[in-house]
């Protein structure tokens, strides 16, 4: 499906979605694509191959993307909608100050390549001559620390947010850093693949170098040092599995006493720097903090220098002059397999997105979002919520005293939908249509205040962690709530003038995943009021560890590419809650009159058939081998395939529905299907 086309259909949905009214003579849409549909291929071999084939064979991938289809890739039409606001906004004479001054100017100055392209790497001299100027440990520290106030970050890793064992109060945590590649393992590697990718890494940190006036061997040298350093740094990274363990990855220490621990990080004047005043700190993984503290002395002073340059340089490289845009699209082309570097167009609206959100949304929702849609979609978390209560009260591996207490959970998950109900303040913010770097940098300063502005402050659990436009959802597990932007409230996943099967299957399976997501391995050790704090019994959370150790085990089996498998302990979240998500979805459909009629057919299919291709629809992606293998590297949902047909070879009614036997290749024997919730 080529882009025009898909961004034609985005369009048609959302005008659908805004004019839709409840009369009868609006034209009847068909949600299922037949067309699509590949019949040669068994539903009970591969569900996603059946609904999504022959749009999978003819779909091209445009050259400057990774990727088409539904999902993530529904922000490539998304974004075009954005830009088509912010090229009609930047083209007026706003009032100074105003929303669409800002966002208009931002844009603005980030298309004015001109004047970027003649400054050069001048903009970040400055920084460059304060590295110059390190001397020592505690002149580095507090370079570091200065500059982590504007965005630039190197080998810490410093956040404000809710204390795990107190979610009500925000507290600082440190994590690990340091790296330039998307994971530690990429350091490690031995295959081909990997082999490439640190080779690409190597050659655009030398040409980062020779952009700002090495000679070739002084920048392939640098290159290979700071290199160096980061695999120094990377052996004592946890990997993304073991992130997911909560318990070990919260460390509340007193600051006095891991600053007597490790004096040359020097927690105490580090922290002063930052202007974070606060006695106490998560460090949430400790090893890679002493051995920061370690490597502060071994490593000598002019080589730090040298590392902190070619951080500063990859941070600002989007920023600065196109030769600096060009060696980072070369490394993101053997990292992901995209072809041809995104318009600048593009690349300035997500960048609106991404410092001014807020404000571009509140444009994106005065001319495109349906308040209807907000009202029928918190009616399908309500029902979700009702479906999955049914499920926890006929569970057979949990007690009832457990049971109690999730059920507790369930229905104290805070439900924001569409928008927030207050919107960012960026009053503080100064945007300059000639000045592109200092916006940046303006936008940067003004997060990081809004962000230390909350340290030992109670939560709000009005914010929201995403923008509108955004095609997301997400489930926050410490304010214990669940988000759905006006972006993915949009066909494929919702349409006002949709029945009940194709909304239960699209918005209705994401919703339920979302809900599940308060159950999975990692939410499960939340309470209701979003604190890490155990409320099972310790023979139920046994049992459930369990079922998830089988899930996880389904996952590792599949194979994505050659020999690469899904990574069953890093998904092992994400499936959970798409089983429990196709589950709960389901049930909450059958509460529905079209959902108890299983005889009417539309596009000749029935109601359940309608629900599970659906489900199946808004899965459909294609992406490149090379950002599928990241993908799977880094990324804790499983990629799309099985994402459908995972959950699905689980779910009897699915069988039923689509009659699905033995012999056929997904099929599992009822006994060895997999039920959590």
């Known amino acids: 499906m080529n882009r025009l086309f898909y961004l034609f259909l985005v369009l048609t949905s959302l005008t659908a979605c805004n004019n839709n009214t409840a009369t009868t003579d609006a034209p009847k849409r068909s ?43 529904l922000n490539i039409p998304q974004k075009q909608l954005l830009q088509h606001l912010l090229d009609s906004v930047s083209q007026l004479q706003n009032p100074n100050g105003s929303n669409e001054q800002k966002v208009g100017d931002l844009y603005a100055s980030g298309m004015d390549t001109t004047t970027i392209n003649q400054r050069g790497y001048e903009p970040i001299k400055p920084i460059l001559a304060s590295i110059d100027a390190i001397s020592d440990v505690p002149s580095l520290m507090k370079f570091v620390a200065t500059e982590m106030k504007t965005g630039n970050r190197s080998i810490i890793g410093f956040g404000i947010s809710p204390d795990n064992k107190n979610g009500s109060i925000n507290v600082a945590h440190v994590y690990q850093a340091g790296i330039g590649l998307p994971d530690r393992d990429y350091y490690f590697k031995t295959d081909s693949s990997a082999v490439g990718i640190q080779q690409a890494y190597k050659k655009y940190i030398g040409t980062l170098f020779q952009l700002t006036g090495s000679d070739q061997a002084t920048a392939t040298k640098n290159a290979d040092l700071v290199y160096g350093i980061e695999k120094e740094i990377a052996t004592v990274h946890r990997t993304n599995i073991e992130i997911r363990d909560v318990n070990s990855n919260y460390h509340k220490t007193a600051v006095a006493l891991i600053n007597k621990t490790q004096p040359n990080v020097g927690w105490e004047a580090l922290l002063a720097n930052l202007g974070a005043k606060t006695d106490t700190i998560d460090v949430s993984q400790p090893a890679y903090y002493y051995k920061l503290n370690l490597l502060l002395k071994t490593i000598p002073i002019n080589d730090w220098k040298i590392y902190l340059k070619a951080r500063t340089l990859a941070t600002y490289d989007d920023a600065l002059s196109k030769p600096f845009t060009d060696a980072s699209f070369e490394l993101t082309k053997v990292l992901s397999g995209q072809a041809v570097q995104k318009s600048r167009a593009q690349m300035m609206t997500a960048n609106v997105d991404r410092h001014l959100g807020d404000l571009l949304g509140q444009l994106y929702v005065k001319r495109y979002f349906n308040e209807d849609a907000k009202k029928r979609v918190l009616a399908l978390v309500n029902n979700l919520q009702k479906s999955l209560e049914n499920r926890i009260n006929h569970l057979d591996w949990m007690s009832d005293s457990t049971k109690q207490k999730a059920k507790e959970k369930l229905y104290a998950i805070i439900k924001k939908i569409g928008y927030p109900d207050k919107w960012r303040d960026y009053d503080k913010v100064q945007i300059d249509r000639n000045k592109y770097f200092e916006n940046l940098l303006s936008c940067n300063q003004n997060d990081y205040k809004y962000q230390l502005a909350k340290l030992n402050q109670q939560v709000d659990k009005t914010e929201w962690g995403t923008t509108v436009p955004t095609v997301t959802a997400y489930n926050n597990s410490s304010p214990n709530e669940i988000v759905f932007p006006a972006g993915i409230l949009q066909f494929p996943y919702f349409d006002f003038g949709a029945d009940d099967a194709i909304n239960y299957g699209g918005i209705g399976m994401v919703i339920g995943h979302e809900i599940t997501h308060a159950f999975d391995d990692q939410g499960a050790q939340y309470d209701k009021d979003g604190n890490v704090k155990s409320w099972w019994t310790k023979e139920d959370y046994e049992k459930f560890k369990a079922k998830t150790k089988s899930l996880s085990d389904l996952y ?38 079209e959902g108890k009629d299983s005889t009417i057919k539309i596009d000749g299919f029935t109601p359940d058939q309608r629900f599970f291709l659906s489900i199946a629809r808004i899965w459909r992606v294609k992406t490149r081998d090379a950002f ?50």
Do not use: C
Not at 45 to 71: E, H, L, P
């Open 31 to 73: 949600f299922v694509d037949v067309s699509g549909i590949d019949t040669s291929i068994k539903p009970g071999d591969n569900f996603f191959r059946y609904v999504n084939g022959k749009w999978y064979d003819t779909a091209k991938i445009a050259d400057d993307q990774t990727g088409v289809g539904s999902y993530m890739f």
């Open 556 to 593: 590792s089996s599949f194979t994505v590419l050659d020999t690469v498998h899904i990574h069953g302990g890093l998904t092992l979240g994400e499936n959970t809650a798409d089983n429990g998500g196709v589950a709960i979805a389901y049930d909450a459909f059958k509460m529905t009159d």
């Open 628 to 677: 599928l293998r990241m993908y799977v590297n880094t990324n804790p949902h499983s990629p799309a395939m099985w994402r459908v047909n995972g959950p699905l070879m689980n779910f009897a009614p699915f069988y039923k529905a689509f009659n699905v036997q033995p012999g056929d290749k997904n099929y599992k024997p009822e006994d060895q299907r997999i039920k959590i919730w």
